[in-house]
């Protein structure tokens, strides 16, 4: 069991049952900070939770929608009272509603941006609160490599772009408070989001992931652990003078 740090720092990793936001809790974890593991369901942090607590750290699972301004009010303030004010913001649920614009609907586009830009304003609005009481702060927002646009995605990527210029204005307004934003636009990483996409066009995973990985300069597909190690820098002390950068994790370069 790893050593703990005296600063025992408390993050709230949102959508963090499985994926990439399970990665990044549990790397956290092994960080050093306690993590409040965020997802619809609260059952389905069990996993996650576990895997925490076998690092040495605290850790509590938490049922709520991130889209419902309820819900992230109550979550916030049960992570409050029983881990510690919350001072590190992983924003990392999502869905995909993927659809060609003619056929696309509105509750697609509406779930989307509600999730995503919606579920990440309402949780940066909440725990910013306890980032400028304590004068410290690291907000980290997931975007993707579709914000530059991608075929079947005018949600997804209008959401991702959005995160984009969120996570810039959050720099620029919480940067006085010692509070950093940035984001993470992930490239393609093997998790059961894109599964479902493989599913959706009816190709088995495995294919999918090699078709992938051929277009891809370093030769293979990314892993929930190349997010979580860019997102533990951000997190870190050592990145206290880096922020509103967007930074691609994709496997090659992407502009
Ligand atoms: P994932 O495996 O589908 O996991 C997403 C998690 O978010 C699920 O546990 C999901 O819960 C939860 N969630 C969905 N809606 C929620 C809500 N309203 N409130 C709380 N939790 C909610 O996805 P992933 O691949 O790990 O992706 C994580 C993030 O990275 C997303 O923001 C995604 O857009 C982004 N990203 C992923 C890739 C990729 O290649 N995988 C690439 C670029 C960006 P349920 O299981 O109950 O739905």
Same mark, same amino acid.
Not at 161 to 184: C, D, S
């Given at each position: 069991?790893?050593?703990?740090?005296?600063?025992?720092?408390?993050?709230?990793?949102?959508?963090?049952?499985?994926?990439?936001?399970?990665? /990044?809790?549990?790397?956290?974890?092994?960080?050093?900070?306690?993590?409040?593991?965020?997802?619809?369901?609260?059952?389905?942090?069990?996993?996650?939770?576990?895997? /925490?607590?076998?690092? @040495?750290?605290?850790?509590?699972?938490?049922?709520?929608?991130?889209?419902?301004?309820?819900?992230?009010?109550?979550?916030?303030?049960?992570?409050?009272?029983?881990? =510690?004010?919350?001072?590190?913001?992983?924003?990392?649920?999502?869905?995909?509603?993927?659809?060609?614009?003619?056929?696309?609907?509105?509750?697609?586009?509406? !779930?989307?941006?509600?999730?995503?830009?919606?579920?990440?304003?309402?949780?940066?609005?909440?725990?910013? !609160?306890? *980032?400028?009481? &304590?004068?410290? =702060?690291?907000?980290?927002?997931?975007?993707?490599?579709?914000?530059?646009?991608?075929? =079947?995605?005018?949600?997804?990527? !209008?959401?991702?772009? @959005?995160? *984009? @210029?969120?996570?810039?204005?959050?720099?620029?307004?919480?940067?006085?408070?010692?509070?950093?934003?940035?984001?993470?636009?992930?490239?393609?990483?093997?998790?059961?989001?894109?599964?479902?996409?493989?599913?959706?066009?009816?190709?088995?995973?495995?294919?999918?992931?090699?078709?992938? !990985?051929?277009?891809?300069?370093?030769?293979?597909?990314? *892993?929930?652990?190349?997010?979580?190690?860019? &997102?533990?820098?951000?997190?870190?002390?050592?990145?206290?003078?880096?922020?509103?950068?967007?930074?691609?994790?994709?496997?090659?370069?992407?502009?």
């Amino acid at each position: 069991m790893p050593e703990r740090t005296s600063r025992e720092r408390v993050a709230v990793v949102t959508g963090a049952a499985r994926g990439i936001g399970a990665a /990044i809790a549990v790397r956290l974890a092994e960080d050093g900070l306690d993590v409040a593991v965020i997802d619809l369901d609260e059952s389905a942090t069990a996993d996650t939770v576990s895997a /925490i607590r076998a690092t @040495g750290a605290r850790a509590i699972g938490i049922g709520a929608d991130v889209s419902d301004a309820a819900a992230v009010e109550g979550a916030i303030g049960r992570v409050a009272a029983e881990l =510690g004010a919350p001072t590190v913001l992983v924003n990392n649920a999502g869905i995909l509603r993927d659809n060609l614009i003619f056929k696309m609907t509105e509750d697609d586009w509406d !779930a989307v941006l509600g999730v995503h830009l919606r579920g990440a304003f309402l949780m940066t609005r909440a725990v910013q !609160a306890h *980032q400028v009481a &304590a004068k410290w =702060g690291r907000i980290v927002n997931l975007s993707s490599t579709s914000a530059l646009g991608n075929r =079947g995605q005018a949600n997804y990527s !209008a959401a991702k772009a @959005g995160m *984009q @210029g969120f996570t810039k204005t959050l720099a620029i307004e919480l940067g006085r408070y010692n509070v950093t934003a940035n984001a993470i636009a992930p490239g393609f990483i093997a998790t059961d989001m894109l599964r479902a996409t493989a599913e959706r066009i009816g190709v088995p995973f495995e294919d999918f992931l090699a078709g992938a !990985a051929k277009e891809i300069p370093v030769g293979r597909v990314g *892993q929930p652990a190349d997010i979580a190690a860019a &997102a533990s820098f951000f997190c870190s002390d050592a990145a206290s003078f880096v922020s509103g950068q967007v930074l691609y994790v994709a496997g090659g370069p992407k502009d």
